[in-house]
């Protein structure tokens, strides 16, 4: 089994900072990829950032310059930076990743619960 548990979501002013933070746990042998996808209420997911296990990184264009992706593999733990928060920001976060378990030969895709982030005006 495994576990992505996020946390660092809240409540932050136009302008503002928030750092989220996914962690994995469970028969984890290697991770693909890692990333932070986002829904705004009446709206579909969408992807805000991603990260590979190179350390390659794409970003929404809505975020570029703005937000940073970054992992640490020792913890299997990845981390999105937000600065210079926007209203529109505002949406539920959640953390995807690409592993490989103990149990499994082919890599399966994983979802934490979403973390709220809301920035006010």
């Known amino acids: 089994q495994v576990q992505l548990v996020e946390s660092g979501g809240g409540l932050v002013q136009a302008g503002g900072s928030l750092r989220l933070s996914c962690v994995a746990s469970?028969?984890?042998?290697?991770?693909?990829?890692m990333g932070w996808y986002r829904q705004a209420p009446g709206k579909q997911r969408d992807l805000v950032a991603h990260?590979?296990?190179?350390?390659?990184?794409n970003y929404a264009d809505s975020v570029k310059g703005r937000f940073t992706i970054s992992k640490d593999n020792a913890k299997n733990t990845v981390y999105l930076q937000m600065n210079s928060l926007k209203p529109e920001d505002t949406a539920v976060y959640s953390c995807?990743?690409?592993?490989?378990?103990?149990?499994?030969?082919?890599?399966?895709?994983?979802w934490g619960q979403g973390t709220q982030v809301t920035v006010s005006s």
């Open positions: 995807n990743m690409n592993l490989y378990t103990w149990d499994q030969g082919i890599p399966n895709d994983y």
């Open positions: 469970g028969r984890i042998f290697s991770i693909n990829a």
């Open positions: 990260i590979t296990s190179g350390g390659n990184t």
